[in-house]
């Protein structure tokens, strides 16, 4: 089993290479993360933005971008518009943000005419590479779901599966995480993550297994699922963390990226294609994780059409 970033970068560069689609691409680390993928032979890449600030900036950092296609487009919103575009009409394999507010990249890639919609819910995937734990963990939805209800849970832990099948997880374990690990009724949270479980168990979502309520330590740790006598198939062995809302995910994100060594990388899923969604004060080497991760979900995807 895949368990750090330098493994899913090896997967990456045995398969096909990738052309990814920048939405103003006129950014260090976003260059950087370009160039990165380009010499590891994961992906190609179309840079849209404004092409003289971009040059301006790859000269100062020593960056050759003769490799890459370039299309001029000044104004931020018309070249995310065309970025998106060059996606949904197949000329991209995959798409990612850069210099632009989450806002209004997300406007285009939502768009009704020429968007990535695919009729199922999008959510956002962060996976860690933490020290201390000895896998990757997925961690969802700490960008875009706000209030997930039952049926949205359901869609996004879809979402996240194909994400760690893409990476080479097979049945990745799923634990709905909650303050507690006993079903509360006046916890709603623990309620959708017992009927969800149920579900699980009864085959209504496949390609994972699912147990929860589970609070974070018995998620992760075998020996506090131990201590406190909480068994199961997923206790201790959590792949991929539901947690229950946004404020609660992207807490646990930024609590990760801030206090501890993490790697990690984020894509929007549920898309036609894999979308490179980080932060604009997100490194290089997050970026470049997200390429490979995207890389992968892209390769995924065809292979199942």
Known sequence: MIKSF?????????????KISVAVAQDEAVLQAVKDAYVNGIADAILVG?????????????????KFEMVNEPNPKKATTTAVRLVSDGNADMLMKGLIDTATFLR???????????GKLMSHVAVFET??????????DAAFNMYPELKDKIQIIKNAVSV?????IEEPKVAPICAVE??????????????????????????????????LDNALSEDAAK????????????????????????????????T??????????????????????????TKMNSIALAALVAELQKKNK
């Open 164 to 168: 760690a099948t893409a990476v080479g």
């Open 227 to 258: 201590h406190k006598n909480v068994t199961g198939p997923v206790a201790g062995k959590a792949d991929i963390l539901l947690l229950p809302n946004i404020e609660t995910a992207n807490v646990m994100y930024k609590t990760l990226t801030f």
């Open 131 to 140: 020290p201390g734990i000895d896998r990757l963990l997925f961690i969802t």
């Open 6 to 18: 330098d493994e899913v970068l090896e997967k990456a560069k045995t398969q096909g290479k990738k």
């Open 182 to 215: 006993v079903v509360n009724p006046n916890m709603p949270a623990t309620v959708d993550a017992a009927i969800i479980s149920k579900m699980s168990q009864r085959g209504q979502i496949k390609g994972c297994v699912i147990d929860g309520p589970l609070a």
């Open 260 to 285: 501890t060594k993490s790697k990690n990388g984020c894509l929007l899923v549920g898309t036609s294609a894999p979308v490179v969604l980080t932060s604009r004060n997100d490194s290089h080497e």
């Open 108 to 118: 285009a890639v939502l768009n009704k005419e020429y968007g990535l919609r695919t």
């Open 50 to 66: 404004d092409v003289a600030k971009t040059k301006e900036i790859a000269s100062k950092m020593g960056i050759d971008l003769s």
